[in-house]
């Protein structure tokens, strides 16, 4: 099973932006989809943004026009861009691969932001 690892997460203010990234074990190229979830406290995972294996995107409207997923074939990564952040994004982001009945996760890296 593929391994996935995110970075980028961290503290920062409203308003502020943060780049999550993705690294997977190997290549993405056999996952029909990946993307990010996240999970606050109290509160059920919930899908943020998902980009198909032809590059077609998806996003939660609470992050449309604010965050950016992309992905990168030849380095097996996967992005999240994240601009204009929002005290209410704070949670913690995972990374999601889907390959037809299989799924991935990551183990989660903190985003926080303050007010």
């Known amino acids: 099973q593929v391994q996935l690892v995110e970075s980028g997460g961290g503290l920062v203010q409203a308003g502020g932006s943060l780049r999550l990234s993705c690294a997977a074990s190997?290549?993405?190229?056999?996952?029909?989809?990946m993307g990010w979830y996240r999970q606050a406290p109290g509160k059920q995972r919930e899908l943020v943004a998902v980009?198909?294996?032809?590059?077609?995107?998806n996003y939660a409207e609470f992050v449309k026009g604010r965050f950016t997923i992309s992905r990168d074939n030849a380095k097996n990564m996967v992005y999240l861009q994240m601009n204009s952040l929002k005290p209410e994004d704070t949670a913690v982001y995972y990374c999601?691969?889907?390959?037809?009945?299989?799924?991935?996760w990551g183990q989660g890296t903190q985003v926080t932001v303050s007010s």
């Open positions: 190997g290549s993405i190229l056999k996952f029909n989809a």
């Open positions: 999601h691969a889907v390959q037809y009945a299989s799924v991935s």
């Open positions: 980009v198909n294996s032809g590059g077609g995107t």
